[in-house]
């Protein structure tokens, strides 16, 4: 009974992905090359993005607009075959000694062996809240679609509207929240083989240079711009009804129970690490919000 329930709901994470569309940005309209040196390109009339690395650089790219809360979607495909020690970041982060930054790392890693997915959420400078995670599909075979949903309640990571982390605002329990801030996207390719891959023993194989990711689909329909001119976010302006909720669902949304199942699916069959059980690395005792259910 419990390996048919277990079917049934992997069977539903692949519809779930397949489900998931987004609305084609345009790379040129909504992002700057920002490094590389010609590394990266856009291509396609603004359809495709590719970031590659060899020995002497990475690349990378960052939005135009900021953001104050968002629901944010991005299809990527990774870098295939032999991808150990290099690291494709994706994240959003605002700037300053006491930036925010809301993150999704793919360390590489040897041919054959899974890729891991490393997330973290930092407020006013601090880290330290790692999840990590394995996929359920080869993440170089094709694309796929990885959201952050950004509120003021609580970050959710998803990956193909599969949840796999949610990160919830606990203020009240003395926990720093992102939530003042307004936070670029920014991806980069680069090498890390200094601890990206089994933490550093492995270092990257050149002679499989240049590396490739590429990127398709961003949407940002459901996100608030952030103005610096004016210092206002296009949901609460006051013209037309983008300010309201009812019309921004997204700033209330949280997990309903078929979601949390998932979720739950995920982090026991997926999940690698979680600082919340990390008790050897916090003596002193875990977290404040590792408490919280």
């Known amino acids: 009974m419990a390996s048919s329930s277990a079917s049934k709901l992997f069977i539903s994470l692949v519809v779930v992905g397949f489900l998931v569309y987004t609305s084609a940005g345009n790379f040129n309209d909504k992002f700057d090359i920002t490094w590389g040196d010609g590394r990266a390109k856009i291509l396609n009339n603004g359809e495709l993005l590719t970031l590659s690395l060899d020995k002497s650089s990475g690349s990378g790219f960052q939005s135009k607009n900021e953001y104050l809360f968002g629901k944010i979607d991005m299809q990527l495909k990774l870098v295939p075959g032999n991808s150990a020690g290099t690291v494709t970041a994706y994240y959003l982060s605002s700037k300053g000694s006491t930036w925010d930054e809301i993150d ?70 003395g926990v720093p929240f992102p939530k003042s801030q307004p936070m670029r996207i920014y991806s980069s390719l680069w ?47 006051t013209s037309g009804t983008s300010g309201s909720t009812s019309n921004n669902p997204w700033l209330s949304e949280e997990l309903d129970t078929t979601r949390q199942e998932r979720l739950r699916w995920v982090q026991k069959n997926y999940m690698i690490y979680n600082y919340c059980a990390d008790s050897k690395r916090f003596p002193q005792g875990l977290p404040p919000e590792c408490t919280m259910a």
């Not at 459901?222 to 004016?230: D, H, P, R």
């Open 104 to 173: 999704f790392e793919f360390l590489g890693n040897l041919s054959g062996d899974p890729y891991i997915l490393h997330t973290n959420v930092f407020s006013q400078g601090k880290g330290n809240k790692e999840q990590q995670f394995y996929l359920w599909f080869d993440p170089t075979a094709d694309f796929h679609t990885y959201s952050i949903l950004w509120n003021p309640q609580r970050i959710i990571f998803s990956v193909d509207g599969t949840p796999i982390r949610e990160f919830k605002n606990a203020e009240s329990m």
């Open 191 to 237: 090498n890390a083989d200094d601890w990206a891959t089994r933490g550093g023993l492995i270092k990257t194989d050149w002679s499989n240079a240049p590396f490739t990711a590429s990127y398709r689909n961003f949407n940002d329909a459901n996100a608030c711009v952030w103005s610096s001119a004016t210092s206002t976010s296009s949901c609460s302006s």
